[in-house]
Every structure is written in C-alpha cells, then in structure tokens.
C-alpha cells in the first residue's frame, strides 16, 4: 500500500521508511531537511520518493498525501531544552504541524495516522514506571506540544472517522541519530565522543534515568500500531520497560568502545525531567509488542556501525 512518513529523511523516520519499503510498501517521505538529511535515504534509491516540504505548509501536506492508506507522522523538533528557547517554533512545527497532517489524512481520507509521541507528556508525574492512564503534567514546552498533538488524534479519530494510534516514545537512540547538535539525543553524543576521545558533559549529578529503546524497537511499534485493527483512537508507551542512569550509560560506552570517558557535570537543564522508565505492560498486551534489542546491544550495534 501507499503510506506516507512525514520526517521521513530524519533519524526515526528513516528507518521506518527502510522497513515498510522491504515488507513491499510505496513510500513518500516528507521532509525539510532541517535535521533530516537526503543520505539517509541514499540506501532506498529509487525506492523512495523524498518530496521536500514543511509540516507548517498544510496545502503541500494535502498534496503529498492523497493516495495514502497509513501516515507515520515523525516530523517535529524533537529537543526538550529546544523548545525552552524557542517555544513559538516548536509550538509551530509541533501542533500546528500535527495538525496540518490530521486535517490532510480527514481530506484524503487517509485510513490511519500513526504519531510519533513522546515520554515528555508524563512531565512531572513523581510515580514510576509511566503508565499510559496517568494524568500527563508536562514540565516543557515539548510535552505540551506532544500532548497537544495526542489529544487532537483522539478527536479526529472521534469525529472525523481517521484511526489514529499515539506512541509515546521514551529516548530512541541507534544509526543515524545525529550528534552535532548541542540538542541532539544523549546516547548520540556520548558515543561520537568516547569515539572521538574527547570528554562529555552531563547536566545535572548523571542520576537522572531513562528507558533507552534502540530503534529497531520502535519501528517494530510503529508497525504493529498500523497494521493491527481496531486500535484507533488509542496510546502506548515505547519502551525497554527498563531504567538507566547517564552514569551507568556512560559506563555501558566505556565498556564497549573500550576505554574511559572524561567527564564534567554542569547544573542540570531547565524541562529535563529526572526519572522517566515506561511500562510497556499495555502494547505487549494489545499490540504483541517486545523489545527484542536491549540497550547493550543496541549501544553494541550502533557502536560497531559507527567504527565499519
Ligand atoms: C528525549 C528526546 C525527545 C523524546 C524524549 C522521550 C532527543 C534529542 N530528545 O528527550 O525527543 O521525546 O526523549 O523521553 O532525542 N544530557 C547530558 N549531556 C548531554 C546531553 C544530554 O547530561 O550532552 C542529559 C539531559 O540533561 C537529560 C538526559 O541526558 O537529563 C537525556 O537528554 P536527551 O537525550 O536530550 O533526551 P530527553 O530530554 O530525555
């Protein structure tokens, strides 16, 4: 079938891309080019069509759309302390930007949207792990946009007949993600640091935690969130179900790459919320979802791709 991915060219995107192009499917990606980039795509040449464009730009979404049955919605500026400093932008590309795809999928009538969600709408919430019934009380201008985003799926699915299914991503990490921004994900630049010999910096005492989910997982999730029947309308953490502290991640690295890791602390970042570990008790029993790659060996397979 035709499916859409909006972010298509970027870290996560991509790699769903890889995956439904070699279970058979036609693929658009939609993309700006902001953080995505052509190269991720250069090993589905010919059988992607990348079509540049801005999720603020509801016409071109309408246009790159029409045909398709399933749209992944992976486009967003996806950095919490980003969206401290610039939250009109991010509110831009992350709810009007949502926004802009639902109402394409209703005027396509585009079967299901699939959105890329985020563990930054539990916010505040001191109990663990993160249960999908909680009451969310997010602490960024990124969680606010990620649950604002959850909240119109549900109401689209409601009124406008479009299925929708919300994953709310814990921190995704493996090939492609890139490190050369100061808001890129932290696995990313702990690891081309530790390559590259030079130290890292954690925000805050390093005890913070997060449940890190390679990839693979996600994409895994991300088609069981579009392919099973009968789930619109509904949300499902992605996780590992498992927690990790910056210090015992860094240590994880040292481990692998096979050397120490200088470090210095900086007081922690304004947003950053300090323990965030999912209970993925609600997709394994609805979706049949397992994380199949821990985080070890995710950093194993990452590590490695970035040495070859
Ligand atoms: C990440 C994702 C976000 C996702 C969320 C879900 C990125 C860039 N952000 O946010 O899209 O929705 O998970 O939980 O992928 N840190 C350091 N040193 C660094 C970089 C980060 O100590 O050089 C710390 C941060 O202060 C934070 C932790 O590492 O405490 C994780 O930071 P980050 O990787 O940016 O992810 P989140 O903010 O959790």
Redesign the pocket.
Known sequence: MKVLVTGGAGFIGSHIATRLVAEGHEVVAFDNLTSGKRENLEHLAGKVELVVGDVRDAAALVDVSRGCAVAFHQAAI????YSVDHPQETHDVNIQGTLNVLHAAKANGVKRVVFAC???VYGEEPESPKVETMRPVPVSP?GIE?LTGEHYLDVWNRLYGVETVSLR????FGER?DPRS??????S??VDRALKGTG?????D?G?T?DFVYVGNVVDANMLAAFTPGIGGSNFNVGCGGQTT?LELLAMIEEIVGAKVERTHNA??QG??RE?VADIGKIRAKLGYEPKVGVQEGLRRLIASLKA
């Open positions: 996806v950095s919490v302390p985020s563990a930054a990124y990620k991503y814990f921190n995704v993600q100061p808001y890129s994900g932290v696995i630049i702990f890292v910096t954690m925000f805050g390093g913070q997060r910056l922690p970042r950053d919320i965030s």
